[in-house]
């Protein structure tokens, strides 16, 4: 019966969004600023703001920043001037990017974030525990291993300094692998920072030619695991485990065959928080009631569970530009 309920109330408040924005003077339109438009995670993400635009009959405007910081202060000034309904943002920064947004927000016109989280609060923020991100995978690891009564392990991370998502994804997993540290089972015997594919698949070489013993490779997010996998397929290296966060279509892929040893992703819900974001939004905008933070739960593909892996690459081949 709680769940009847809980889904006529969404029904009900999706219905009141699309009442008002259709009844409303003027068209909500909602200025979206991204930072990757091309990556297959984003158009997911930006497959979920579409929908959610169509469903509730608003505009949504895409800005792609394309990695640089003063471009996208420019775009988010200029959408100010605009005086969109409101503002969707995928933050490059967190301080600089909240600077800028705060703006907007003392202009009264509604601030969401989403992937990653800024300073002052905007008004609402669709947020992935990043450090459950990263802790997921460790702790698929731990069992992994006992289930394969595996007694050594040497690893290489591809980490993350720069990002405070990757920052913490990278604190969850070392949290969480301390067990298989603590009984000498696993041995970090490398950490080499990494953010772009082909600069992972040099340093990765570079390290294995160097610790060829190394077995087992995590990385911090979908290039850095895309990166790793490659290279193994490229040497051949399937004795060498790997896990990451960051799911894609050719990694689910890549769990599914024999070419390398990837046993397990964990992954954010890009759909879902594109959804989400534009709806709530638009929720800002008529001034319902909004959570400040709307958490998307972390997902976990395995290699041994083919049938979601099947269905995965059903859902998302059309993500993907052929």
């Not at 950490?191 to 990385?219: H, R, S």
């Not at 060498?240 to 964990?266: F, H, P, Q």
């Amino acid at each position: 019966m709680k769940k009847i309920l809980v889904k006529v109330a969404s029904i009900f408040t999706l219905g009141m969004l699309m009442f008002t924005s259709c009844n409303d003077d003027k068209k909500l339109t909602v200025s979206s600023i991204l930072y990757d438009t091309k990556n297959e995670w984003f158009v997911e993400a930006m497959q979920g703001m579409k929908d959610a635009a169509k469903d509730l009959n608003i505009t949504v405007n895409e800005f792609d920043c394309d990695y640089d910081e003063s471009i996208e202060k420019n775009f988010i000034n200029e959408q100010i001037k605009n005086k969109p309904s409101a503002i969707v943002v995928c933050p490059l920064t967190t301080k600089g990017t909240g600077e800028v947004l705060s703006e907007a927000t003392k202009l009264g016109i509604p601030v969401v974030t989403w992937n990653t989280v800024v300073e002052p609060l905007p008004t609402a923020q669709i947020v992935v525990d990043s450090t459950k991100l990263g802790s997921a995978t460790g702790e698929y690891l731990c069992e992994y291993v006992k289930a394969h009564n595996i007694t050594k392990l040497k690893a290489a991370l591809i980490i993350d300094r720069s990002f405070s998502i990757g920052i913490a994804r990278c604190d969850g997993f070392r949290k969480s692998i301390q067990p298989l540290i603590n009984e000498g089972i696993l041995e970090v015997v490398n950490e080499t920072q990494g953010q772009m594919y082909e600069e992972i698949k040099v340093i990765l070489k570079k390290i294995l030619a160097e610790q060829p013993d190394i077995n087992f490779i995590w990385c911090w997010h979908q290039m850095s695991t895309m990166a790793t996998v490659d290279v193994l397929k490229e040497l051949g290296r399937t004795d060498i485990l790997v896990t990451g966060t960051d799911m894609s279509l050719a990694l689910a892929e890549y769990l599914i065959s024999d070419k390398v040893n990837l046993i397990a992703i964990t992954t954010q819900q890009p759909y879902k928080m594109g959804y989400d974001a534009v709806t709530t939004a638009a929720r800002a905008v008529n001034e319902f009631p909004a959570q400040k933070t709307i958490e998307i739960p972390v997902l976990t593909y395995t290699k041994e569970n083919e049938a979601a892996l099947k269905e995965y690459i059903d859902i998302h081949a059309k993500y993907v530009k052929k």
